[in-house]
Nanobody, 123 residues
Framework: QVQLVESGGGLVQAGDSLRLSCAASRRGVSAGNYAMGWFRQAPGKEREFVAAITRYGALYYTDSVKGRFTISGDNAKNTVDLQMNSLKPDDTAVYYC???????????????WGPGTQVTVSS
């Protein structure tokens, strides 16, 4: 069982930066690979993949955030962060932290989800 909690959402203006953090609590210790990542869901749209990182440092981003967002992870702390720069109104969404076992992040198929944190970018 894995529990995820996000933090760091808020209201910013276009061009601003925001950093999201996710803390994972896991029962037991696994020697295998895993991935943590971020998805987002805008009003009236389906949830979409944003970025992911595996335990061993493999990264994957959706095209629309490449060059603007950076995902990073701390295995010792079981945390994953998403640094979002040059934010656009189209980035407005609820952002969800996600966790999956295994190293497949293209695409990532989460088994566990956080409750989400709202990011609103005004023009």
């Amino acid at each position: 069982q894995v529990q995820l909690v996000e933090s760091g959402g808020g209201l910013v203006q276009a061009g601003d930066s925001l950093r999201l953090s996710c803390a994972a609590s896991r029962r037991g210790v696994s020697a295998g690979n895993y991935a943590m990542g971020w998805f987002r869901q805008a009003p009236g749209k389906e949830r979409e993949f944003v970025a992911a990182i595996t335990r061993y440092g493999a990264l994957y981003y959706t095209d629309s955030v490449k060059g603007r967002f950076t995902i990073s992870g701390d295995n010792a702390k079981n945390t994953v962060d998403l640094q979002m720069n040059s934010l656009k109104p189209d980035d407005t969404a609820v952002y969800y932290c996600a966790f999956s076992w295994g190293g497949n992040i293209t695409p990532m198929t989460p088994l566990y989800w956080g409750p989400g944190t709202q990011v609103t970018v005004s023009s």
